[in-house]
């Protein structure tokens, strides 16, 4: 049985290294740093948080990140040990001693008698390197990228993202909003109705446009703004700047459109489209942003049939080198052009160091798997686990896919009717019973 080579050895290449090596597969894991720095880490520590020290929530019953936690705990988590071991006072979140949670990963692979690391820049796996998982994330180096351009296609590996925010579907007052696609042209699918439409007279336009340009913006990174990103991804506080009518011609234009409440066509108009098979999450069409999360939270809350809307995500643009997953990898996270190649972390599109540690933990199980001859087990979909690699291998629309986070609205719906806190609630039962039953086959398959 050769040995899983693991590229990167940040939270994902960490984490799938530990869960492969305690599978019983030996590992080489490749990590350029400290030889090579990328742009943000500052040190050649394993697992180094590049920015804050909180890995969010840790409240399970409450909080789909929380939830990940403790998925992540009972599936022996190496990030999740460390990260209750440098714990720091943070209220209800997860915060850590940034040094001490690196510490204690570096310490526990290194001492791990299946896992050598290997201080070196990969450019190409090597052709022998049959079993590989590319955790490179955000900031994977250039030559490794090229590489990956060269399999997947031009297209497919983007390095910025341009995020939309993304409204839960049932928060949307369709009182006020209505589904219909322009001029009521039949899409793929058949229907004519595909989008959500909140609709602005001239004054609630105007005023939206002023509060865009005086809303507090976040500024990009000095070694961003190297890579430039492109005309078509353009801040939607960048277009209104462009004119008082150049969202009205843009975005928001509202040709095609008539609203049944008045039976006119509205002044502009803001559309939202599907962004996960399961229906239950939907993007602001062009909305992708540098407004600051609180700036965002207040300003579309005033578009009209919003004011009530739950966004999972909230819209950002950062220098991030991701794949287009759905499109590429299989249900088991290898790229289905080269099967040797398997992806872990935020390169396959998910977002935050939980998530990105969470797929790295699934990454190394897979491998670990194939190492053995046994077929790979995914965690079922009503897991966070399972929600959040299904979302990304298969229910995101390949066509717009951008990073996210782990929310609610990528679980399956239940079947009862609870609502708020309840529907929290039983979402984090249902998800742990079933974690504890994939978890005892996969046991009893061992
Ligand atoms: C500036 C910045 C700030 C961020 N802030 C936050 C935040 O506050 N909270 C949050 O949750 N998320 C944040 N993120 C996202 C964060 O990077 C990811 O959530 C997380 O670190 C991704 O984990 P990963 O393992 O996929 O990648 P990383 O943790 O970045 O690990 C990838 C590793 O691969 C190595 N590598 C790259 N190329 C090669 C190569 N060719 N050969 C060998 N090794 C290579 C790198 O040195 C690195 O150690 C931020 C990202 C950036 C870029």
Redesign the pocket.
Known sequence: MGPVHI????????EAAWQAAGLGVNVAL????PV???D??RTGR???????N???SDDWENNAVGLLHEEMRRSGSLIMAAADASKVPAGGALAVDRESFSETVGARIVAHPRIVVVR????VPLPGWTNTII???????A??AETIRGITGVESLAFFDAIAPIVERDSIDMDKAWMQSRYDKQGPGGGTADYINCPMNCEEYRGFVAALLAGEKTEF?EWERSTPYFEGCLPIEVMASRGADTLRFGPMKPVGLRNPLTGARPYAVVQLRQDNSLGTLWNMVGFQTKLKHGEQLRIFRTIPGLANARFPRLGGI???TFLNAPRLLDCELRLKANPCWRF????TGV???????AI?LLAGRFAAAEARGETAVAPPQVTALGALLAHITANADAKMFQPMNVNYGLFPALSGPERGRDKKKALAHRALSALDAWLGDRAAAE
């Open positions: 590229i990167g050895g940040g939270l994902a290449g960490s490749h990590e350029m740093r090579r720095l990328t943000a880490h394993l697992a180094e948080l590049v920015c804050s909180s890995l969010r070196e820049e990969i450019a955790a490179t994330g955000p900031l994977t180096s030559a490794l990174h950062h220098r991030n872990a972390g935020q390169i977002e935050g160091y939980v998530e990105s540690a790295g």
